[in-house]
């Protein structure tokens, strides 16, 4: 049978993948912490990693096993873990793989907490490079003896940078280093960053892939692109049989396990529901992006947009390369000089101000005073994010209603 589409496979996903009880279309939730054995037997062999069996729902439950399932399928890895919160997914994976004296390659274009959170690691002794990843040239440059990953998004909030996956992977594979990609701006069905050789891939599935701004959570996925052997952190304990699970071994053990930020099964089933519709919710979004952009371009009260479906954005030839899906629904834009982004806010009827991403309500931010409050003007100008630049991450609302909210706010604010 040739693969059925997106939207298809996604909504049977559930149904096929883990066979719910009692001919359910869903897996329900299951809140037991705790598994019994009746034969003592199980419980020993349980531990010792001779069968797979549910034993404490801090590392494993049946409603969490489920949607790792539907997410390792959505990406096409060897193994999905699920953690409580995207955060806690890129600390723990992080926290589980590298020791002091590593050094990480990392994006100069980060989400702000995720690189809050490189700086703590550089506390623990581990050597950070910030770079800029739309060039492959200043990846390599980067690079040390004791380099074991390059880590970036596909797209960066908010300028909407685009890395270049393409020559990274391939950089990564030839010198043996994880190749780790934030996924959360551009899910499949828009990039597949196993196809560009990435390691592990991360997702905060807060955004949309659960879609509906009504839970958090976190998975990553080793893409099985890695070989672990070549990865000198891996305990011999976690040298399992199949070489391919390696990696996630140690990250459910040393990660999940020890640091327990787990994700809840009512989380994984609200997240799983979400999961069903998120072809059609992306499409319908970035649909509206590609038409709010193009209004705010042409718009004398906009200085300056920043999305990668517009022919004169930066990257976007490698966009149109590796975004196979369309360009996602994340767009910034600078108001012109003089005009306050806090009156123009303030504008908006139908427009939510708000710090979330994925949703399928229209949201925006100022982002210079708020998720870069921390940084010092110098860093954000790295970064290229103005001090009158807003976010907008594009929901499903109907087109014509969302550009007349813009068009509103910006006549009311330049008149
Ligand atoms: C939101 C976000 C995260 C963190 O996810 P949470 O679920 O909010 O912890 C990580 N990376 C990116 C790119 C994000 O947008």
């Known amino acids: 049978m040739t693969k059925q589409g997106f939207t298809t496979r996604q909504v049977h996903a559930d149904r096929r993948l883990n066979t719910p ?3 359910g279309v869903h897996t329900s939730t299951s809140n037991s912490v705790l598994f019994e054995f009746k034969d003592a037997q199980g419980i020993i062999d349980a531990f010792q990693g001779k069968r ?3 034993v404490y729902s801090r590392s494993s439950s049946p409603s969490v096993a489920a949607l790792q399932n539907m997410l390792n399928e959505l990406e096409g890895g060897v193994g999905t873990l699920c953690f409580s919160t995207g955060m806690s997914a890129i600390s723990s994976t992080l926290f589980a793989l590298l020791k ?3 050094h990480l390659i990392v994006s100069q ?3 702000g907490n995720t690189r809050s959170f490189f700086e703590t690691l550089k506390d623990f002794g581990i050597h950070v490079t910030y770079t800029d990843v739309t060039d492959i040239e200043q990846v390599v440059e980067a690079y040390q003896p004791n380099t074991k ?4 998004e596909t797209v960066a909030n908010p ?5 270049d996956l393409h020559a990274i992977g391939q950089f990564c594979e030839e010198k043996h280093i994880l190749f780790m990609v934030d996924n959360t701006m551009t899910p499949p069905p828009l990039c597949y960053a196993k196809e560009f050789k990435a390691s592990l891939i991360f997702c905060s599935l807060t955004k949309y892939i659960a879609g509906h701004g009504n839970v958090l959570g976190g998975a990553v996925t080793d893409t099985g692109h890695f070989n672990w052997e070549k990865y000198s952190n891996i305990k011999p304990a976690y040298q399992v049989a199949d070489k391919a699970q390696w990696g996630i071994t ?3 053990k040393k990660g999940l396990r020890d640091l327990g930020a787990t994700l809840a099964p009512e989380s994984a089933t609200a997240i799983a529901v979400g999961m069903e519709t998120l072809g059609l919710r992306i499409q319908r979004s970035q649909h509206n992006a590609l038409k709010l952009a193009t209004f705010l371009d042409n718009h004398p009260g906009v200085s300056q947009v920043f999305y990668p479906g517009l022919a004169d954005h930066p990257q976007h030839f490698m966009a149109r390369e590796q975004l196979t899906g369309g360009y996602g629904a994340i767009l910034s834009f600078n108001l012109v000089d003089g005009v306050d982004p806090v009156s123009f806010l303030n504008e908006m009827e139908l427009v939510i101000c ?3 991403l994925g949703d399928n309500r229209t949201l925006a931010l100022p982002v210079a005073p708020t998720i870069y409050f921390e940084n010092t003007a110098e860093e954000r100008e790295k970064m290229g994010v103005s001090d009158n630049m807003l976010r907008i991450s594009v929901g499903i609302e109907d087109t014509d209603d969302l550009i007349a909210d813009f068009r509103n706010a910006l006549h009311a604010v330049s008149s």
Do not use: N, R
């Open 21 to 23: 009880e009692h001919g």
């Open 52 to 54: 797979a069996a549910h």
């Open 100 to 102: 002091a004296g590593d």
């Open 109 to 111: 274009y980060l989400f």
């Open 149 to 152: 990953g390059v880590y970036t």
């Open 159 to 163: 300028v909407t940078q685009v890395a």
């Open 250 to 252: 140690q990250i459910k």
């Open 354 to 356: 708000a710090t979330h």
